[in-house]
């Protein structure tokens, strides 16, 4: 999701109630109880009817309202929001229970048979979920509360982000994982940075959880590709995929996470980017960088998957003449990417309503029927990895159901999970199926009891 938010601050309770949201928190949106005014220097956004956020620049009188793209752009969200959690590097110092490693360490690696995924050795259908911000908690309780929440749900898969870059070093201990400030690349290593990953890594492997871990972001939440630009000194996306100076850091940063957890059976697969695109560019700048970026991989760790983690864009089988399915949606072709030796599955997303195409339902089963497809006749399982319809269990419910029944979907995560943590509700970005309620029965309850009975 381009915009991929956020936790609440509104749930951070009444001490927020009365103050100002600091930036990136939550300032508004159906359901929010806290305050609506920002820190200086930041203005409230509406990003959709759940959520308006605090962003940097001038102060406006009221939320406005983004612009809903009405072309056929593939505009992955109608929002621009940057996020960051509420949450300090003071409170790294947590004693809560520290997760045991010993039990699930000696377990195998995921790996593909065919279309199927293997988990712990069992090849099958997987279900999971998408909790970007869970490497940006600093309590270590939460993170252990996620995890036995999605273990007794049966959800085996988890996707996380495994970048937070900035421009700036945050002097107030906010977690970043790397920094550009200065014209110098900063790997941070410490309690507020890949330290925060590691205690994610640890958890998931003490309740079985199997995680995806991306390297760089197309859009600028927690940083992107742009974050890199003054670095490299560049301008653009479409320069950073051919860029020495920014391919040799991402590449260092790469190495730098991949090493940390290169022995963990926890790590289901290493991502290039969340949802890389380079529109308007020839497709073989994508593709040599998917080739260069998953043989680099290889390279330093031939044991654990990797995958590109693009949206599915590109011309298949079954085809409609919709945008999505235009070389030109991503500068890129699905299925050339998905036969690259060194990616081992195939990602796609679906989010017809912030690509403007209908109807949603249908549209989006035709989507999953053909990537099941293009995926079969490539011999690789398709992960179908990130998909939302604003909350609608019968939409989202009837995709699942699709999914697993169309060979060559060897998973699906919904986006995104949704909790209570110890400061209160992570967001609700418009489509987040919190623990315990009813939309996550209708997602993961019974499409797990469906799974278990194939
Ligand atoms: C993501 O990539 C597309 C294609 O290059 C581009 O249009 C879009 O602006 C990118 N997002 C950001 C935030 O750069
Ligand atoms: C891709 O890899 C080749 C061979 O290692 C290298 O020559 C080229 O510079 C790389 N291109 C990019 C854009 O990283
Ligand atoms: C990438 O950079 C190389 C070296 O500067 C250049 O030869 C090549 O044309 C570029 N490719 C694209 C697609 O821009
Ligand atoms: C897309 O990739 C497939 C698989 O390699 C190939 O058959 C097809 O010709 C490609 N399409 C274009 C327009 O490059
Ligand atoms: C969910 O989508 C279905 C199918 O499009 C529609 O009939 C129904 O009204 C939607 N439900 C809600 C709550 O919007
Ligand atoms: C961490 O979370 C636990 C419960 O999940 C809570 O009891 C504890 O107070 C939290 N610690 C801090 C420092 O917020």
């Known amino acids: 999701m381009k915009y991929s ?17 600091p930036a990136y928190g939550q300032c508004g949106g159906q359901g929010h109880t806290g305050s609506s005014v920002c820190v200086s220097g930041h ?7 759940w959520y308006s956020q605090c962003v940097p620049g001038s102060v406006s009188s009221a939320p406005t309202t983004i612009k809903i793209s009405t072309s056929k752009a593939p505009v992955s969200s109608p929002t621009t929001a940057i996020t960051k959690p509420p949450v300090t590097a003071s409170k790294t110092t947590s004693t809560s229970k520290v997760a045991t490693t010993t039990a699930a360490a000696s377990g195998s690696f ?9 988990i712990d050795g069992k090849p099958g259908y997987y279900a999971g979920t998408n909790s970007y911000w869970i490497g940006f908690l600093t309590n270590n309780s939460d993170i252990d509360l996620v995890m036995q929440h999605l273990a007794s749900s049966g959800l085996k898969i988890l996707r996380v982000w495994g970048f937070n870059d900035v421009t700036t070093t945050p002097t107030d201990g906010t977690v970043y994982f790397q920094s550009f400030a200065n014209g110098e690349a900063t790997i941070n290593t410490g309690a507020n940075g890949l330290q ?14 199997k995680l995806i871990i991306n390297f760089v972001n197309n859009w600028t939440d927690y940083g992107g590709m742009a974050a890199y630009f003054s670095y490299a000194n560049i301008k653009t996306n479409a320069q950073w995929y051919n860029s020495t100076k920014a391919q040799t850091q991402y590449q260092e940063y790469i190495k730098a996470v991949v090493t940390r957890y290169i022995n963990s059976p926890a790590i289901f697969a290493w991502e290039l ?18 080739i260069n970026t998953s043989k680099y991989i290889k390279s330093i760790d031939a044991k654990h998957m990797v995958t590109t983690g693009e949206e599915g864009f590109g011309p298949i089988a079954g085809d409609d003449g919709s945008y999505p399915y235009q070389l030109s949606a991503g500068g890129s072709n699905f299925t050339a990417n998905c036969e690259v030796p060194t990616i081992d599955f195939c990602t796609y ?26 995926c079969s006749a490539v011999g690789k399982p398709c992960l179908l990895e990130e998909f939302g319809a604003s909350n609608n269990c019968t939409i989202e419910s009837s995709w699942q159901a699709t ?16 909790d209570t943590l110890s400061y209160g509700k992570t967001s609700q970005d418009g489509n987040t199926a919190y623990y315990g309620d ?16 194939l």
């Open 110 to 118: 995921p790996t593909t048979s065919g279309t199927k995924f293997v």
């Open 349 to 374: 997303h679906l989010y017809p309503e912030s690509w403007s195409v209908t109807p949603t339902l249908e549209w989006g089963t035709q989507w999953i029927k053909a990537h099941a497809k293009a």
């Open 43 to 49: 203005h409230c956004e509406k990003n959709n009817d």
């Open 5 to 21: 938010p956020f936790l609440t601050l509104a749930a951070a309770g009444a001490a927020f109630a009365q103050s100002t949201v």
């Open 196 to 209: 925060r990953l590691d205690y994610v890594v640890k958890s998931a492997e003490a309740h079985g959880i």
């Open 438 to 453: 009813e939309l996550y029965d209708c997602l993961v309850t019974k499409h797990i009891k469906a799974i278990d009975s």
């Open 273 to 290: 980017a969340n949802e890389p695109r380079c529109t308007g560019c020839d497709l073989s700048t994508l593709k040599t960088w998917v």
């Open 403 to 418: 999914a697993l029944t169309a060979a060559g979907t060897g998973a699906d995560l919904f986006w995104q999970y949704g």
